[in-house]
């Protein structure tokens, strides 16, 4: 290794970078900055980016843009776009939230003036954050006289960070709210840790994230939950040509190297209908919370709307909209009706609801549920819990584990009741296998009529 290296040295001196030792290359002229260049150096060092002279010009995509500082451009831009008067923050709080609120006493019934919102969206240097990655457009939109006004911040160049950091600060003044799709995650950490590295303190202002409800109310119904999949089928909202968000960064680097980029146009207008069509979907959003059992509806995952309501106290209403849900065909939903019945001593109610299930494993267990701890029949609770672990799925051996422990507690219960001895524990095994077959009292399937 040592021989290699000394074979590498001696190359780069007999090519001219050896200094004053041997193989020296004679002194050349200084260049203008006073250090004169190697020879074999200057020879294969890359032309230097073309820069603006004097900043005095601009490439064709800032041709609409304003100087707002050394390398730092802005934009005003007008969207028509009706938007309520107020919103309600709570419906776009992660669920997580939602329970402690309810825990805590319930939601506060505050409401948000539109003026207040300032819809954020940052179009990065890569998608994973970190320190290394760097913001180089940012869209503000606020609302005014039944348009969106959208403020754009363009950094043409590193150099320019601090400064598009404060201009991009002031957009922001006291007392606004911040509305984001996944901010929380990405715009807000990575404009934060900016502000940090440039010795600039961050906005503060309240923050609303609209990822977490749209997740629940359309995912599941579409698939995903991206802004611009909810753009298309949600609000008939259609971009045209449109850049996908991991071929932004390269159009970064792109002009930064040539000054210009052909695409850097459209990387603008995408940051700019980011905005768009996130105040558009927290607007319907907003509709949707105000009458969620209005009819007709937009397309929506009934159960996620109404455990949310459920979660902010509007038990009538979430109770409403899962019934409508369960009688679409959506299990789920009706388990969790059951739920809320169980909880508000809806015996009656519920007995009804249990009834109409599907005979699944997980309804099979509500209804064991039912008939030990509310019908106080540990028969029928023994037989619904044999026919849930026979519809039990192998790959759950959790499942399985918990259905066997239910069962075993049933059988001490009637052997200590006398309901039952060992031949018939034996028998309801066997006797559950055929609707028929009755083996000891009680034996067989339970009966759906019952609950």
Same mark, same amino acid.
């Given at each position: 290794m040592a021989r290699d290296l000394k074979h590498r040295l001696a190359q780069l001196r007999s090519a001219g970078f050896g200094g004053s030792g041997r193989g020296a290359s004679p002194e050349l002229p200084a260049? #203008?900055?006073?250090?004169a260049p190697a020879p074999a150096a200057a020879a294969a060092l890359p032309p230097p980016r073309r820069r603006l002279p004097g900043r005095g010009g601009s490439p064709p995509c800032l041709a609409d843009w304003e100087r707002a500082g050394d390398l730092v451009w802005m934009r005003e831009l007008q969207r028509p776009l009706a938007f309520p008067e107020t919103i309600d923050p709570l419906p776009f709080s992660a669920f997580g939230s939602l329970r402690r609120l309810g825990a805590a006493g319930g939601p506060s019934g505050e409401r948000i003036p539109a003026e207040a919102l300032r819809f954020f969206d940052l179009e990065t240097t890569g998608l994973s954050g970190g320190s290394g990655t760097l913001a180089f457009l940012a869209a503000v939109g606020r609302l005014s006289e039944g348009c969106l006004a959208i403020t754009q911040f363009f950094l043409e160049d590193f150099p320019g960070e601090r400064l598009w950091l404060e201009l991009l600060s002031t957009s922001i003044p006291p007392g606004a709210v911040l509305v984001t799709y996944?901010?929380? =995650? *990405?715009? %807000? #950490? %990575?404009?934060?840790?900016?502000?940090?590295?440039?010795?600039l303190s961050p906005p503060d202002a309240r923050h609303i994230d609209a990822l977490p409800c749209s997740r629940r109310l359309w995912r599941r119904i579409h698939g995903g939950a991206s802004l611009g999949l909810l753009e298309r089928r949600l609000l008939d909202f259609e971009r045209g040509e449109d850049l996908c968000a991991a071929a932004i960064p390269g159009v970064w680097f792109s002009f930064l190297r040539e000054s210009d980029s052909p695409l850097m146009a459209a990387v603008m207008s995408h940051n700019a209908d980011d905005i768009e069509g996130l105040a558009a979907l927290v $607007?319907?959003?907003? &509709?949707? *919370? &105000?009458? @969620?059992? =209005?009819?007709?509806? @937009?397309l929506v995952d009934l159960d996620s709307l109404g455990r949310t309501l459920v979660a902010m106290g509007r038990e009538a209403e979430g109770a409403a909209v899962l019934r409508s849900a369960f009688e679409g065909g959506d299990e789920t939903a009706g388990l969790r009706l059951s739920n809320l019945y169980r909880r508000a001593g809806r015996r009656a109610e519920?007995?009804?609801?249990? =009834?109409? %299930? @599907?005979?699944?494993?997980?309804?099979?267990? &509500?209804? $064991?549920? *039912?008939?030990?701890?509310? &019908?106080?029949?540990?028969?029928? $609770? %023994?037989?619904?819990?044999?026919? $849930?672990q026979e519809l039990a799925e192998a790959g759950k051996p959790g499942l399985r584990s918990s259905l066997e422990r239910r069962r075993r507690r049933l059988e001490r219960l009637l052997s200590k009741d006398g309901n039952i001895d060992h031949d018939e524990q034996a028998g309801f095994s066997s006797g559950v296998e055929s609707s028929g077959g009755r083996k000891g009292k009680g034996g067989g399937r339970p009966s759906r009529g019952r609950l």
């Open positions: 260049g #203008p900055d006073g250090v996944n901010g929380r =995650a *990405f715009d %807000l #950490p %990575l404009l934060r840790s900016r502000c940090v590295m440039n010795g $607007a319907s959003i907003r &509709e949707l *919370f &105000e009458n @969620p059992t =209005a009819l007709p509806r @937009p519920r007995r009804k609801l249990l =009834a109409n %299930l @599907p005979l699944t494993c997980r309804s099979c267990v &509500e209804r $064991a549920k *039912f008939c030990e701890h509310v &019908e106080r029949e540990w028969v029928e $609770a %023994l037989k619904w819990t044999l026919l $849930a």
